[in-house]
């Protein structure tokens, strides 16, 4: 179909030339080849006088969003990074992240948003810089800004004092938990199923159930549980 037209009336000598200018709206063209003719559309000069073709490309650069996990999250050791990777004008040939101070290493296409692409990360526990960067089939790169997570492998340590499992106890009992973790997210504490505050005397008679459990920002959960046995008759 024609994208644009333009008439020239000249008057030229021998040996004399012209320019002219064409404006083809950006709105109607898209990436490959375009036709480009020169001709005399009437008269007794009527005639094609030059045909050329030219080759609209794409010169922008793909944009790279980091999209999870989040900048600044905690992170268990095993987790999976994606980005979204956007270009008006032409498919995204390549994507890749890199890890740290590492070599980028190519990512795969996701289902989850459009113009998902993921890895998945397995890193060792402290902070981590993340990057990511794309290629559209133009070859233009496009590089997303720098991102951090703080990588948690160790779940929270759980401690149970002044009761041991099994134990059997002629006096009322006061069993403190301790619960310490550099990113501890959530503590239960129940005591025959119901909540108990640490340290708190439990004089009833019976067999009684200790249940500890806690997790952490990034995910990691610990969990104890210990019976023991309060008979304070003679």
């Known amino acids: 179909s024609e994208l644009a037209t333009a008439e020239f009336t000249w008057s030229i000598a021998a040996g004399e030339s012209r320019v002219g200018n064409i404006e083809i709206p950006a709105s109607a063209m898209s990436i490959g080849a375009i036709l480009l003719t020169l001709d005399v559309p009437s008269g007794p000069l009527a005639r094609m006088l030059d045909v050329r073709s030219a080759l609209v490309s ?4 793909p944009s790279v969003t980091p999209i999870r996990p ?7 050791g095993r987790f999976d990074a994606a980005v979204r990777v956007v270009d008006a004008h032409s498919s995204i040939s390549q994507a890749e992240l890199r890890i740290g101070a590492g070599a980028y290493q190519a990512m795969s296409p996701g289902s989850s948003f459009p113009g998902e692409f993921r890895f998945p990360v397995d890193a060792a526990e402290g902070p981590l810089t993340l990057q990511a960067r794309a290629r559209d089939a133009f070859g233009n790169l496009g590089v997303s800004a720098s991102w951090s ?13 002044n009761v041991v499992e099994g134990g059997l106890y002629a006096v009322p009992v006061a069993p403190a938990i301790q619960v310490s973790d550099a990113n501890l997210d959530a503590t239960t504490i129940l005591l025959d199923g119901r909540p108990y505050v640490s340290a708190t005397p439990v004089a009833s008679e019976g067999n009684r159930q200790l249940y500890v459990s806690a997790t952490d920002r990034a995910g990691n959960r ?13």
């Open 58 to 61: 794409d010169v922008a650069q």
């Open 70 to 76: 989040a900048n600044g999250a905690i992170v268990p």
């Open 149 to 161: 997570v703080t990588v948690d492998r160790t779940p929270p340590q759980i401690s149970i004092q």
């Open 222 to 234: 610990s969990q104890r549980s210990l019976r023991f046995v309060i008979d304070t008759t003679p």
